[in-house]
């Protein structure tokens, strides 16, 4: 498509619970990223892939986050026993080439940990 | 990486008012991007813009990347202009954001 579409819009989980979160990119893209916005102006940078390969995991907490990007399928993202703290949007976004960079973002999934 | 600095943090406007959004960052980029939060979240890309200008509407912007600057300026504000604007430079691949400016345009 020509927009960067995520699944769902907003996911609510008891803490301990999985999450579980999707993102399509745009059609042609080959670079896909993840970042978390947690307060309200504060953007973490997650992971990024190019193609189904992890180009850049070093923003994952790697003790309970994982995701990947499949051939012919959304990426995504899996939050294995969920805390308070995961409580954010997740923003996914998409770049033709990183070099280019010019990344463009998902409408976010809002993620509520109760 | 790369830091990122946006002033001013607020800015309250009355509709039809100018107004100018500073990014400063503290190495040369090859690239800078701005982008509007809406009061629905949606983060909606403004502009892509390593250096020079460039006009889209009411809106345009400048970087000036030998100074390690880039200037947002909102001509005529209207309410829908309220939202929160980011700037945001490369970091390798990854983007590193400012804190943003908080606007709001009063009708």
């Known amino acids: 498509g020509e927009e960067v579409a995520q699944t769902p819009k907003h996911l609510v989980r008891g803490e301990g619970q999985k999450a579980k979160l999707y993102c399509a990119p745009i059609?042609?893209?080959?670079?896909v990223f993840w970042y978390q916005q947690v307060l309200k102006n504060e953007f973490k940078f997650l992971i990024s892939f190019q193609n189904e390969n992890v180009f850049d995991e070093t923003g994952m907490p790697k003790e309970r986050f994982s995701a990947k990007c499949l051939p012919n399928s959304p990426c995504s993202l899996e939050i294995q026993a969920t805390k308070l703290e995961d409580s954010a949007v997740y923003f996914c976004?998409?770049?033709?080439?990183?070099?280019?960079?010019?990344?463009?973002f998902g409408p976010g999934t809002r993620l509520t940990v109760l | 990486g790369i830091q990122v600095e946006q002033s001013p943090p607020d800015l309250i406007l009355q509709e039809g008012a100018n107004s100018t959004l500073r990014c400063n960052f503290s190495?040369?980029?090859?690239?800078l991007q701005w982008f509007h939060q809406n009061p629905w979240g949606q983060l909606i890309n403004l502009f892509y813009?390593?250096?020079g200008t460039k006009q889209n509407g009411r809106l345009s912007a400048t970087t000036v990347a030998t100074e390690r600057y880039s200037l947002l300026y909102i001509s005529s504000s209207q309410t829908t202009d309220s939202g929160v604007y980011f700037c945001?430079?490369?970091?390798?691949?990854?983007?590193?954001f400012g804190e943003g400016t908080q606007l709001t345009v009063n009708p």
């Open positions: 190495d040369s980029v090859n690239n």
């Open positions: 059609k042609g893209h080959s670079y």
């Open positions: 813009i390593p250096s």
């Open positions: 976004a998409s770049s033709q080439s990183r070099q280019d960079n010019e990344q463009f």
């Open positions: 945001a430079g490369p970091s390798g691949s990854r983007l590193t």
